[in-house]
């Protein structure tokens, strides 16, 4: 019923910036938290970030300070703005969201979008 619909991703130096976008579309309920997951081979998916729809954040160790997530309801969409990026960053990224009905929460993933980092 939701789709995500990915933009951004792609190749940058070490220290650049990068800015993903999702975009929920399709016949949604309500939103709660949508965010980003990543993955690399051999590695299970982790969060990134996440955000609610009162724009409470959360950000693993790892980025804070680095990444900075952000959120328009009224679009049903989040960005995900990156700096300050290292090798280790790079990673298949993944947006995710929870649909909220009154008996069920389903969540929905993106395809997925390739972030790399190398010099």
């Known amino acids: 019923q939701v789709q995500l619909v990915e933009s951004g991703g792609g190749s940058v130096q070490p220290g650049g910036s990068l800015s993903l976008s999702c975009a929920a579309e399709?016949?949604?309920?309500?939103?709660?938290?949508m965010g980003w997951y990543r993955q690399t081979a051999g590695k299970e998916r982790e969060l990134v970030a996440r955000?609610?729809?009162?724009?409470?954040?959360e950000y693993r160790d790892f980025v804070k300070g680095r990444f900075t997530i952000s959120r328009d309801n009224a679009k049903n969409s989040i960005h995900l703005h990156m700096r300050d990026l290292r090798v280790e960053d790079s990673a298949v990224y993944y947006c995710?969201?929870?649909?909220?009905?009154?008996?069920?929460?389903?969540?929905?993933w993106g395809q997925g979008t390739q972030v790399t980092i190398s010099g």
């Open positions: 399709g016949k949604i309920i309500r939103l709660y938290h």
């Open positions: 995710y969201a929870e649909e909220m009905g009154w008996d069920q929460m389903r969540t929905y």
């Open positions: 955000i609610r729809p009162d724009h409470v954040t």
